[in-house]
């Protein structure tokens, strides 16, 4: 399969932030700096993404944060609300190349059990051929062991596909395997690389 086109999900395809879920449950704007810097932070929410399980991290941060637990087990019960919808014009690009004809493949750092949740809400990854989520493979982007395994799993032409991501380190890493690669900013910005690359008819 020589041409393909590999999407990251979160901030690529979909918006996300810790803060649109704890800004609906802490009032306070410092407070919730406070509680997304120190408490659920990014970080912290990223050993999801590699593979541990929220059986082990929750109760564990709630040890430590005794006085926070109802916040925390809402980062476990209320993840689809850090992820407020698509990103503008990116679910437009993925229905033209799959209209085009291109091969669509997904890698993404997600936790297993809030990809279960959350891929059935989601018509448009019907578009794609296969999607590898790290948490499941417990291999996370910018690692090139990643790449290698998408290239194994989804029988693609390194030279032929193109991947997409909003992290630059994620961006060097599919680089690194021989994968061409675009830092994402914005749908129109991409939309005019893929029409460059041959992916996508100008309009």
Sequence with gaps: MRRSVIFDVGRVLFDWDLRYLFAKLIADRQELEWFVTNVVTPQWHFQ??????????????KT????????????????DETIPGPMPGSLELVERL?????????????????WEAFRPTQPVFDRFRDIIV???????KPDPAIYRLAIERF?????GAFFIDDNAANVAGAESVGIAAHRFEDAATLEVE???????PAR
């Design 48 to 61: 999801h993404d590699a593979g541990r399980p929220l059986a082990e991290m929750v109760p564990e941060l």
């Design 64 to 79: 430590e944060f005794p006085g926070h637990a109802l916040l925390i087990d809402a980062y476990a019960t209320r993840f």
């Design 98 to 114: 799959d209209a085009a004809g291109v091969p669509l493949f997904a890698i993404t750092n997600f936790g297993r059990e809030f």
């Design 134 to 140: 790290s948490g499941t493979e417990k291999l996370m």
């Design 155 to 159: 029988g693609i032409d390194p030279a």
């Design 194 to 200: 893929l029409v460059t690359r041959g992916y996508l």
